[in-house]
């Protein structure tokens, strides 16, 4: 009786991860979605420890450890979801993930261990998904966690010499251990040091790419601990687990290639890519010895004052100085002089998609004045003054006309067509993709250095008394 | 090679289960708009988290002497959990944002 009531919740659980993924791909139905997901997880968290029992002796055992395990992670995990930042939110999500893939590889541990006492003739499909679920799982997790550090900063964006070939041959080493394994039968041994491979490919893979396609790889990497937890599904016959890790996996991989389509790249040019390695402080040439001009704040309190019509440009240097707020008084205060003030969003301005939205909704700027590039893009043209804040690369021209730019072909906006450009900057540092930005040399282009918040805080005082 | 065949026609029902669980996964996902694009990953974050179910089968499973599986058990309740509370609970926060407003296009 109790194993149907189990099988159907775990129908229900799986009917509201399908449902609720369903809602979180519409702006108004988002938040319930996440809800009913978390609903169905809570259910199935529940009833598969209630009802679950171990065919073989009939009772289940050791539920006290398991409930301060639970306690453990939901008293964690709650807190270090509702302390971060937003800004920080896209390495807080990898964090996660980590976990979950931990949590697939460790399961994977444990039941090689019983494994081992079985004996199986001919193809061992359970050993084959066993190592598939720690090998992904244990990706994922060390993966996560350098992609996590990258965005933190901890870690830099460091290239090893021939690290594309280093990864092939691991690669190639791992899928050859796994057909040792597969036929030899199961051997400690060899089981651990895969394990230990699975980890180091998890770190290399991710330490070349840079941090601007951080978002794509931790989208992959999500839906890689989905398959993990496929996996483990498979093992237990679990149903549950199947369609949430399933579905997570294959979404996770649909998503990927959105993202990347949103940047205008492929996903091996992402992965091979090796984004802004020859970056920094390369030989300075062409625009490197250019100067550039800067503007004071007041005088650019004047020219916004007396324009027709501004558009805002926000970046990652805006929610980095938290300057969201202060943002939306300026449009205010303009809008109130009769300026038509707009913003333009790049669609993966920030270190996420979605970053800047969510960024000015939080500060309450309404949805009509956000505006997606393609069609702010041919408002440029009428445009008197575009303020960039904290932006770099999305605006940066060389994607039209430097094919030998690593960001070449990424759409950008258009803000070179409009008649002045003020550029907020903390200082002359190259954008996250690591490359020299002409636009800042441009004639009609001038800067105004300093931190987005403070500067714009005295913008607005400025403004005021105009 | 037979043996691999006897292994999926076994295991036939889930190969079912496989194959139209990841057709079901990208008709859901087609035509997000990219402002939706992190939240979703969040999300689907979160819902990985499954896998912590897995983990506290292996512990309902493991009997009180072995403690080696106990302890990678624990830890593997504890990651799950985290992985799970913490997904969704960013997930909702990142919602919070797009309060609702009257929408005009």
Redesign the interface.
Known sequence: MSIHILEISYLI?SLT??I???M?????S??K???I??AG?LL??IV??TL???FDSGK???YG??F???V???I???I???R?Q?TA??Q??S???G??G???A??A???F?HHQHATVT??D?ELLVMLLGLLIGSVSFSGSLIAYGKLEGKIKDKVLPFNQAVNMILLGTIVVLILIQMVSGSSPVLFYVLLGLALVYGILFVMPIGGADM?VV??LL??F??M???F?????????????????????T??TI??CN?MNRSLTNVLLGAFGGSAGGSAKTGPGDQTVREISISDTAVLLSYSQSVVIVPGYGLAVAQAQHVCHELEKLLSEKGVEVNYAIH?VAGR????M???L??ADV???RLQ?MEEINDKFANTDVVIVIGANDVVNPAAKNDPSSPIYGMPILDVDQAKNVIVMKRGMAAGYAGIENELFFYPKTRMLFGDAKATLQKLTAEVKEV | MEAILNFIGDNMEMVYFLVLAILLGIEVISNVPAILHTPLMSGANAVHGVVVVGAIIVMLQASPDNYLALTVGFLAVIVGTLNVVGGFVVTDRMLEMFKKKPKKS
């Open positions: 659980a991860f399908i609720g993924l369903k979180l791909s519409h702006p108004d988002a938040r979605g996440n809800l997901a978390a997880m199935a968290i598969t420890l679950y029992q171990e289940a055992l050791n450890l398991i301060l395990g639970l453990i992670g939901t964690i995990g709650t270090m979801a509702k971060v937003m939110m896209p807080m999500v964090f996660f993930n976990m979950g931990a949590c697939a460790l399961i541990i444990i039941e261990q001919g193809f499909g978002p931790i989208s999500n839906s601990t989905g993990a937890a496929a483990g599904g498979f093992l237990y016959g679990n149903k549950a687990m199947l369609t949430g890790g399933i579905l997570v996996g294959s979404a996770g649909i998503l959105l993202m949103a669609p996420m998609p979605g970053h939205n969510v960024l909704a939080e309404p949805y009509e997606e």
